[in-house]
C-alpha cells in the first residue's frame, strides 16, 4: 500500500513540474523581453512608432493602419513595465460591446472570472489576475468613448 501510494504521489509530482508554465505575454510577446525586442516584434507585426507621441526615456506608442487601436509601451530601463491598448470609437455601443467580446475573450483564455470593481453603463472594469500579471479591461463611455486594455506584469 505504501508503495503505491508513494508511486501516486511520485507520478504526481512528475505531471505537475513537466507542464511547461506559459510566460505573461501581450498578444504571444513574452512581455519578459526586452524593449527593443519588443519594439522590433511589433514592427515585424506591421506597427510603426509614433515618434511625436512617444516618450524616448519612459513611452513607446505604435500605430497601425490596419488596426483599429495604438499600443502604448511603458518601460522602465531596459524591462517593460506595462502594455496598453487603447481603441477610439464614435458610439459608446460599440464600445459596450467591444467590451463584453474581450473580457469574454480573457475569460475564455484564461480560465479565470474577472474581478469588476466598477460595473456601470459607462464606466466598467474588468481585472484578470493571471499568475505573472494582470490584464485589465477599462471602458470609459464619457464625451468621447474610449476603451483600453493594460497588461502590467508583476514584480
Known sequence: MKKTAFLLIAVMMLVACSKTKKP????????????????DSMQARGFAVDSAASDSGRTVVFASIAQ?????????????AAVQENYSFSTNDSTR???????????????????????????????????????????????KPTLSVRYDPKK
Open 24 to 39: 505573461f505575454n501581450y498578444r504571444g510577446l513574452p512581455l519578459s523581453m526586452t524593449t527593443v525586442q519588443f519594439v
Open 68 to 80: 483599429k487601436y495604438r499600443v502604448l509601451m511603458a518601460f522602465q530601463n531596459d524591462k517593460i
Open 97 to 143: 460591446q467591444l467590451w463584453q467580446e474581450l473580457r469574454d475573450g480573457l475569460e475564455k483564455e484564461l480560465n479565470a472570472w474577472p474581478d469588476c470593481p466598477i460595473l456601470k453603463d459607462d464606466h466598467k472594469v474588468a481585472r484578470f489576475d493571471a499568475e505573472d500579471g494582470i490584464i485589465s479591461v477599462i471602458l470609459e463611455n464619457t464625451y
